[in-house]
């Protein structure tokens, strides 16, 4: 796409107040999207800064709020290990200048499953050098910012109750995140251990289903 039709898109799109999202793979890509004025970027591959970034772009994302969705586990199991390595160096150096990461994790691509992708991507995050606390951040609080929902990703009076229990402290190892014991949508119980549906109670089908979900 053609600088030129870049800037356009972005600039029509902040006039009716719409983000703007944008894929990227080369540094020359990312030039052109920071020029545009694009607000999201969604991965990080070998194509990009394995060198390192680009002078002045980590300052540009940091100043402009720009975010970045790595992506890693879709990723993942292409890389060899050293590529592995660098790809999450270059992670670390986003967090480090300021910038703000989210969990994406690209789900619906093969080997990337709705719900492990995104536990998955928060402990590849992690894996990055980030703690417990700041990798589930990447999942709660700054997915809510990013979109400007003030009543998501927060335990707070008047928030969505969108919740999920789990066994241990995720806060210091995101590992618990695997062990849920309970779901809550809009404060309705609707997964975990031991929950079953209106169906299952009354057909008495698919408890060990919902185990864990």
Do not use: Y
Not at 74 to 89: C, M, S, W
Not at 98 to 120: E, F, K, N
Not at 153 to 177: C, F, H, I, K, Q
């Amino acid at each position: 796409m053609a600088p030129a039709v870049l800037t356009a898109v972005a600039d029509e799109a902040h006039r009716h107040g719409v983000p703007v999202v944008a894929h990227w793979g080369t540094p020359a890509d990312l030039a052109e999207l920071l020029e545009a004025g694009v607000d999201h970027l969604q991965h990080l591959e070998p194509r990009g800064p394995l060198d390192g970034w680009p002078s002045g772009v980590l300052e540009t994302m940091v100043a402009r709020g720009i975010t970045l969705a790595p992506t890693l586990a879709v990723t993942e199991p292409l890389f060899d290990d050293d590529t592995a390595r660098t790809i999450r160096r270059r992670v670390l150096d986003v967090h480090e200048a300021g910038g703000t990461l989210l969990a994406g994790s690209d789900t619906g691509m093969p080997g990337v499953a709705p719900g492990r992708g995104l536990l998955r991507e928060i402990e590849l995050l992690a894996a990055c050098g980030l703690t417990a606390r700041e990798a589930l951040r990447t999942a709660t609080t700054a997915p809510a910012a990013a979109l400007d929902l003030e009543d998501a990703g927060v335990l707070s009076p008047g928030a969505v109750a969108d919740l999920v229990a789990v066994r241990g402290d995720p806060l210091t190892e995101v590992g618990a995140l695997r062990r849920v014991g309970l779901v809550l949508c809009r404060g309705v119980v609707v997964g975990g251990r031991g929950h079953r549906t209106s169906r299952e109670r009354r057909t008495g089908f698919g408890h060990t289903a919902h185990e864990g979900a």
